[in-house]
């Protein structure tokens, strides 16, 4: 019986990794076994619950309607399970060891989380954390495929399967060259910026999206003189006299050589918030890491979940 749990365990361990990977060979080479021996034990494990739990093509596979419910179900066990040593420690008041992954876009690891990064690394220097930098949904895909403990940014749509607690809001300011004419004009509006070329982050990221969406409801026309990546690549390229652009404040320091103008009466305030999905097993340091921003954070969630049972 008790080699029967243990390789039950390994059965359900390898169909997490696989689910996560969504690729037999990448998940043999995380597992340090062969590629066959993945696919027997998925097999294996499909004969023991009596279901298909994997859809394949080739290499590449897909969780089926019954594989989603049971790894669901048994992706905390397992995780759990992987971080015992950590949750162990925790428990007995020392958390000297593991890690974090967060996934997290390069505007936001430049200016949002230094100081919490900071805070938390004075107060467990023995974690180690390791920041995913990603750019559109990347970080989205990641979170769901379990591969971070969490992300922060900005999220514009929330799917139901994730939780998303802002904690900061910057504003959306429009910033030119100095000496540009803009900068001696009262109450800028979209027609005033309309024949200035901008300056914009990719089309797959939320920023381009959210510009292009303000332009369109207004009816006004933009051009686009220069596609860049990185605040710090866009406000330099502004201080140049290349374009303008629109971006959020958090980016700005007192060494840019530009002019901020505040476009509150067309563009809300962004946040910049905790993205977690929700059943997720949260280790031990990663439920610190959060609750450095939120101390409610988990006993609200769990209430939330009691309701929605309840409904």
């Known amino acids: 019986m008790h080699y029967y749990k243990q390789t039950r365990y390994k059965l359900l361990r390898t169909f997490c990794v696989v689910a996560q990977k969504e690729n037999i060979t990448h998940a043999a080479e995380q597992l340090h076994i062969s590629q066959p021996t993945v696919s027997l034990q998925v097999q294996a494990l499909e004969r023991e619950m009596g279901q298909k739990l994997l859809e394949r093509r080739g290499?590449?596979?897909k969780l089926t309607p019954e594989g989603k419910v049971l790894y669901q179900?048994?992706?905390p066990l397992a995780a759990g399970i992987d971080g015992l040593r950590e949750s162990f420690a925790a428990s007995l008041g020392k958390m000297e060891m593991g890690e974090l992954n967060i996934a997290t876009g390069q505007s936001t690891s430049l200016y949002v989380l230094p100081k919490y990064i900071?805070?938390?690394k004075e107060a467990y220097p023995g974690i180690r954390i390791n920041l995913h930098t990603v750019e559109g949904q990347s970080g989205m895909k990641l979170l769901l495929e379990d591969q971070v403990d969490l992300a922060i940014g900005p999220l514009l749509q929330i799917p139901e399967s994730i939780i998303?607690?802002?904690f900061e809001n910057f504003r959306s300011?429009?910033?030119v060259p100095e000496g540009h004419p803009l900068t001696q004009q009262i109450n800028i509006s979209l027609e005033d910026?309309?024949?200035?070329?901008?300056?914009?982050?990719?089309?797959?990221?939320?920023t381009w999206r959210m510009i292009d969406t303000v332009f369109r409801q207004h009816e006004v026309a933009y051009t686009v003189s220069m596609e860049a990546g990185g605040w710090e690549i866009v406000k330099k390229y502004v201080e140049l006299g290349v374009g303008i652009s629109?971006?959020?404040?958090?980016?700005?320091t007192p060494n840019d050589k530009i002019v901020a103008i505040p476009l509150d009466h067309y563009f809300p305030s962004r946040n910049y918030g905790l993205i977690v999905r929700k059943g997720k097993f949260?280790?031990?340091?990663?439920?610190?890491f959060i609750e450095m921003f939120d101390p409610f954070f988990f006993s609200r969630s769990a209430l939330e979940d009691e309701e929605e049972d309840e409904l």
């Open 173 to 175: 300011i429009l910033i």
């Open 164 to 166: 998303y607690q802002p």
């Open 118 to 120: 900071q805070q938390f």
């Open 246 to 252: 629109i971006v959020t404040d958090v980016c700005l």
């Open 193 to 206: 910026i309309s024949p200035y070329g901008l300056i914009l982050p990719p089309k797959n990221q939320s």
């Open 73 to 75: 179900l048994v992706q």
């Open 282 to 288: 949260f280790t031990p340091q990663a439920k610190r």
């Open 59 to 61: 290499p590449s596979v």
